[in-house]
């Protein structure tokens, strides 16, 4: 009923910045909100960041925080993630989830996902 896509991953020096954009299509008014999420190879899926829907509050993973900046443009049903200061550590796919709860950093309270955008940070 709601579908997310992903994009503006990619390669980039340690210290580099990117921006990556999540489009929601479906049954959008049912979402309350919207986070980002990655997984590197061998770890778990690990919260990023998420962003209520009506109110626009935000939240962020201690090892983002001062780094990464989540926003959302409602008329565009778009959730976006802008990433500086990148670093090694922060290579990994990074997932888009939509969900109805309020509670917002773990995974398994969002209903809908993305397909995943690589990033990967050189050093």
């Known amino acids: 009923q709601v579908q997310l896509v992903e994009s503006g991953g990619g390669l980039v020096q340690a210290g580099g910045s990117l921006r990556l954009s999540c489009a929601a299509s479906g049954r959008t008014f049912s979402i309350n909100a919207m986070g980002w999420f990655r997984q590197a190879p061998g770890k778990e899926r690990e919260f990023v960041a998420a962003?209520?829907?009506?109110?626009?509050?935000?939240y962020y993973a201690d090892s983002v925080k001062g780094r990464f900046t989540i926003s959302r443009d409602v008329a565009k049903n778009t959730v976006n993630l802008q990433m500086d200061s990148l670093k090694p550590e922060d290579t990994a796919v990074y997932y888009c989830?939509?969900?109805?709860?309020?509670?917002?950093?773990?995974?398994?309270?969002?209903?809908?996902w993305g397909q995943g955008t690589q990033v990967t940070v050189s050093s």
């Open positions: 989830a939509a969900g109805n709860s309020r509670y917002y950093y773990q995974a398994h309270n969002y209903n809908f």
């Open positions: 962003i209520s829907w009506s109110g626009g509050t935000t």
